[in-house]
């Protein structure tokens, strides 16, 4: 039935690595037994709880069988119950005074052990409310959320903590369940889930090893790379052999098991700064490195420009400019924080901008009329203005605190296993999830009716910014549409510059003429002339999914993930025809003439339906004892 032997890998630790075998991986020999209930009549009650025959049970306990009695295995009927996940008759028998922390089996394991080693969470929510108590150890040491985190049941884990589990509980040798999540688990939940339930990623076993220790140990690249840049869990902390976090990975740098970014901070922490070494420590200053990030663009523009502007030759001019590019390159290089770089592209749009406006004002103005700098003036405080909401404003992000966090869960368990499918619940944010939203990896929250994340805006584009996001592509289409304008007339009007003159016939000739007018009026011309290209196509798509499909980018990439867009053809079930939904995502009423019914995105949830899937019968054929 059960293994209860301890791997040698975590004999240091004490604690058990194979534990009992799950149910599913063993194969009953028998042939399948028939539904009918007529067929259960010559089973004994340990059986019939296996299988699930509810009236056959009843029958026999009716007729005085003690619920309490234990079997020749010294394994209690609410055991069986609960690891066949048979919530009728657990419900029977808790009902008819069965204990629910009665101890048995080889592990000396409780029904909510069983039940929680095998995933159910419908067995362990029926356990918890008649007042099973998930703090006891079994034979291994182990309470039922180390368990929950030995085998990955994401779910368990988050209910336990929720009905007041510590997430620093330890074991008998004092492994929390974060250790044992990284140990055992590669992927990236239970780990994440841990630490956003406030587990201590520094605590520390009888061994002196924290989760980190036991992530290095087990090779576990995701669970590191959590607990370093998510976790913020101490790579200097020595276990009682004397090795930390730092001198493990510094001995595996270049294995392929490292990822890229953590094997950059090792090599950073690893530098020994010598308090004469003044460089080292100008180019590790973070306010240096955010200075150089944003003012990099600014400055790259400006001294493109100034080179094409010079009288050199022209192969000179293209060496200077890969000169510029290998400065920067290695600028990049040494000064540039990979924690920042969410910076560069928002710093990049800036400095265009500005440099725009520059032009505008000290060459384009004298020569085009007050009208049109004021209507350019005017454009550009809507532009601004919509930047700003959709850089800095609120972009639908669903929040929760952690009492609403931990109710959320509790209420999701009460529905059974598919409460907490990826498409209903958010691991890493602790939520429910409304329709239409998604986690971003990069600002790391869920976001109603999610977009896309944008870099040049530095900010995800969701349900409260995106009108912002669109009235923000206008009116930089509209920008770049009356700078173009203006370099027209600043080559038409300027007595030095005859680059439209009827004498220049021909494109080429035209566009010669341009570059020896001004070449910064055409440098910044140029820049404007592919901005409004890429910058209008955008729109144009931003629109057209608006307008006539109803679906976000997001939706429109992974249409075949929602279950909601395949059971209707691929098409969004959201849409409402072209006037309709464009109204509605402006929230326009024609002054009270149209009704709006836009939906509150931030609440409006879908719940999936339950699969009913057939259970796998355990029962004793289907064990044998180590």
């Not at 406006?357 to 919509?386: D, E, H, N, R």
């Not at 016939?505 to 055409?522: L, M, P, S």
Request: net charge neutral; proline share 4%.
């Amino acid at each position: 039935m059960y293994q209860n032997a301890c791997g040698a890998a975590a004999a240091s630790a004490g604690g058990c690595v194979e534990t009992e075998r799950e149910c599913h991986s063993l194969i009953s020999k028998e042939p399948m037994v028939p539904t009918t209930e007529h067929d259960y009549i010559g089973f004994d009650i340990v059986k019939a709880t296996q299988y699930g025959a509810f009236l056959r049970v009843k029958e026999l306990v009716d007729a005085g069988y003690n619920v309490n009695q234990r079997d020749s295995e010294n394994v209690t009927l609410l055991h069986w119950a609960a690891i066949n996940n048979r919530k009728d008759i657990m419900k029977f028998f808790i009902d008819k005074g069965a204990k629910v922390d009665a101890i048995g089996g080889e592990l000396q394991a409780t029904p909510l052990h069983w039940a929680t080693r095998q995933g159910h969470l419908e067995a362990t929510v029926i356990l918890m409310n008649a007042g099973a108590n998930p703090t006891l150890r079994d034979a291994e040491g182990c309470t039922c959320i180390h368990l929950a985190a030995q085998f990955g049941h994401t779910a368990l884990v988050a209910y336990f903590v929720a009905r007041g589990v510590s997430p620093d509980l330890v074991d008998r040798t004092g492994m929390t369940p974060l250790m044992w999540a990284v140990w055992k688990i590669s992927s990236l939940d239970p780990t994440r889930l841990l630490l956003t339930l406030g587990a201590s990623p520094n605590c520390t076993d009888l061994q002196g090893n924290t989760a980190l220790h036991w992530a290095i140990l087990a090779r576990n690249t995701t669970a590191i790379t959590t607990l370093i840049l998510q976790g913020q869990a101490n790579i200097n902390v020595p276990n009682n052999s004397g090795d930390t976090p730092l001198s493990m990975l510094q001995s595996q740098i270049g294995s392929i098991w490292v990822s890229p970014k953590v094997a950059d901070l090792i090599k950073e922490q690893s530098k020994i700064v010598s308090s004469r070494n003044c460089l080292y420590k100008f180019a590790r200053d973070k306010r240096i490195r955010w200075w150089v990030m944003v003012g990099t663009p600014f400055l790259a523009f400006y001294m493109a420009g100034a080179i094409i502007g010079t009288n050199l030759l022209m192969l000179i001019k293209i060496f200077l400019l890969v000169c510029l590019y290998i400065v920067i390159h290695y600028i990049g290089q040494v000064l540039y924080d990979d924690r920042l770089m969410a910076l560069l592209p928002l710093s990049i749009y800036l400095s265009t901008k500005m440099w725009m406006y520059f032009t505008w004002f000290i060459y384009i103005a004298p020569y085009t009329s007050i009208t049109m700098t004021v209507v350019f003036v005017s454009s550009s405080g809507m532009l601004w203005y919509c930047f700003l909401k959709s850089w800095l404003g609120d972009s639908g992000v669903v929040t929760s605190s952690q009492q609403l966090q931990f109710r959320t869960i509790l209420e999701l368990a009460e529905r059974g296993p598919g409460g907490f499918e990826p498409s209903n619940f958010c691991s890493a944010c602790l939520v429910r999830r409304p329709l239409r939203s998604k986690h971003c990896a990069a600002c790391n929250h869920c976001v109603a009716r999610f977009d896309h994340h944008c870099p040049w805006v530095a900010n995800c584009i969701g349900a409260k910014n995106h009108k912002y996001f669109i009235g923000f592509l206008a009116n930089l289409v509209l920008m770049c549409g009356q700078l173009l304008y203006g370099s027209i007339q600043y080559w038409q009007n300027d007595p030095t510059c005859k680059a439209l003159d009827e004498s220049n016939k021909g494109f080429w000739a035209t566009i010669i003429a341009i570059g020896q007018c001004d070449t910064w009026v055409a440098w910044v011309a140029l820049n404007a002339f592919f901005h409004s290209i890429w910058v209008f196509m955008l729109l144009i798509c931003q629109l057209y999914q608006i307008t006539f499909l109803g679906m976000t980018t997001n939706e429109r990439m992974n249409k075949g993930r929602y279950s909601h867009f395949v059971a209707n053809g691929g098409k969004s079930p959201f849409t409402k025809g072209p006037i309709r939904n464009l109204m509605e995502f402006f929230e326009c009423t024609c002054f009270g003439v149209f009704k709006s019914e836009s939906q509150d995105w931030m609440s409006n949830y879908d719940i999936d339906k339950n699969i009913e899937r057939e259970p796998l019968i355990c029962t004793k054929e289907t064990f044998q004892y180590v």
